[in-house]
């Protein structure tokens, strides 16, 4: 009796547009079987294969991925901000969170001032079991130093072009001042143990943030690093404090 009584619950449960959608669907099946092509020069009708026709549909209609709306993390970290108010509802959404950490240094989906919000948000969120905020910090410290080490080269670059384009006369920086400012990148990466002693399967997480890295111009990649800087800042000053 229980399984015939969900039975019934279950389908109870499936709505009008969705049934009216599976009958739509059987009817343009049925169709597709009959389905001929049109006439060619020889006045041959060709018929087409049920299979062929739905192969075809999937490659010219291929599924679309639902993008997030920038606005909808920033009303997430605002209600957060006001919870304890009273004014506002907040209900933690795990998929929300990971959008904001997986794009917190793109500043077209992330804005300034969500950006803001959630260094606040981070800095409030107790630390897990496996580091949540080291994992943070650990990623903003990569972030600072693939920086540093790609803006003397991308300097020289810059003045060599425009020595050779004659629309400078900045001379280009030394072979010996870029292999100081390189030793001195190096020292730097020394110190910064937890960077090197990462693991490379965790390095191959970011090969897709790294190739839309490279992407970037040089404007976008200083504004990705002074984000770094900052959360970084903020995670060293509540250790600290």
Do not use: C
Request: no cysteine.
């Amino acid at each position: 009796m229980s399984r015939s009584k969900n039975k019934g619950r279950q389908k109870k449960r499936i709505s009008k547009h969705v049934l009216a959608a599976k009958e739509r669907r059987i009817k343009e099946a049925e169709t597709r079987e009959t389905t001929t092509l049109a006439k060619g020069e020889d006045g041959i009708t060709v018929t087409h294969p049920k299979s062929s026709i739905s192969l075809a549909k999937k490659k010219n209609n291929p599924i679309k991925k639902h993008e997030k709306d920038p606005s909808e993390g920033h009303t997430y970290l605002s209600l957060w901000k006001k919870r304890h108010l009273g004014t506002e509802i907040w209900k933690f959404n795990k998929n929300t969170q990971s959008w904001l950490l997986r794009h917190m240094y793109d500043a077209n989906k992330v804005k300034k001032e969500t950006f803001t919000l959630l260094i606040d948000y981070i800095l409030q969120t107790p630390n897990d079991g496996v580091g949540f905020k080291d994992r943070i910090y650990d990623d903003a410290q990569r972030r600072v130093i693939r920086y540093v080490e790609w803006e003397p080269l991308h300097t020289k670059q810059q003045l060599q072009q425009e020595k050779e384009e004659g629309e400078s006369t900045k001379e280009i920086i030394p072979a010996t001042e870029t292999s100081s400012s390189l030793s001195n990148t190096n020292m730097t990466k020394e110190k910064n143990s937890k960077v090197q002693n990462a693991n490379k399967k965790e390095e191959d997480k970011y090969m897709d943030e790294k190739r839309r890295w490279t992407e970037l111009n040089a404007h976008d990649k200083r504004k990705e690093y002074k984000r770094a800087r900052k959360l970084m800042e903020a995670l060293s000053s509540q250790e600290n404090n």
